[in-house]
Every structure is written in C-alpha cells, then in structure tokens.
C-alpha cells in the first residue's frame, strides 16, 4: 500500500521539474526583454511590420520575437510564447510579401533533429521606442 504512495510521489516529482524550469527560463527571457526594453516607451500595436529579411527577427526564451528597425524594437508576444526556445531554427511562411504579419506561420525547428517542435502563433506588433526628449 505505501509503495503506490511513493511511486505517485516520486512520480509528481518529477512532473514538476519541467514546470520549474520553463518558469525559471520564462523568467530569464522577461529579464532580458526588460533589459532590451529599458527607457522605451511602448506605441500602438501593429498587425504587420516591414522587415528586410528575417536575420533580424530574434527569440527571447520563452517571452517575444523581437526585430529591430532604426530606433525601434518591434515585440511581438505571440500568443504561446512558452514554446519560444532560441536553439529552434525558426522557419518563416509570409503570406504578405516583405511585411511579417500576424497571420504569417513561425514553425519552430529543432536544430538537432531537424523535426518540427511547435508553431508560433503571432500577434499584434508593439513598437518600442525612445521618449523624445526636448530640451
């Protein structure tokens, strides 16, 4: 009777490592989008940006997408951001010519096997710029 206890127990365990270690990187990837972000303000969210190419577009673990323009950082939180893992290739399918929208297709490609391991699906562009500062 006490070894299914143990054995319920030790298996609960073991559940809860992957849940404390996407929150600990989910974490990392907050602190290092807050460290991007520091000082900007956030604009009116887009449903389309202009890209040139998709070097640009980079993954915070478990947090954004991020692509810089100029002077400003496009984030977009996508709507299951937990899936974001930056040692995935990222696979791009634009349905709008040069502009990434929020009905382009992310499919996420693990870097070892080369099999799909999820698709990001996007939301609304927040542009994150400098406050104007006149003197």
């Not at 990187?25 to 389309?48: F, H, Y």
């Not at 939180?77 to 990222?90: A, E, G, H, K």
């Not at 696979?91 to 929208?101: A, D, E, Q, T």
């Amino acid at each position: 009777m006490l070894k299914p206890l143990i054995f319920a127990a030790a298996a609960a365990g073991l559940m809860a490592v992957p849940a404390q270690a996407d929150e600990a990187e989910s974490t990392r990837g907050e602190a290092k989008l807050a460290k991007l972000l520091d000082g900007r303000i956030a604009g009116e969210p887009q449903n389309c940006i202009s890209t040139t190419g998709s070097r640009s577009l980079k993954q915070i673990d478990g947090t954004a997408l991020t692509y810089r323009s100029g002077d400003t950082v496009w984030v977009n939180y996508t709507r299951n951001p937990q899936s974001i893992d930056d040692s995935d290739i990222m696979v791009i399918k634009r349905f709008s010519g040069s502009r990434l929208c929020r009905s382009d297709q992310v499919h996420l490609v693990d870097r070892t096997v080369g099999f799909l391991s999820d698709v990001l699906m996007l939301d609304d562009f927040v542009p994150y710029t400098m406050p104007d500062t006149e003197s």
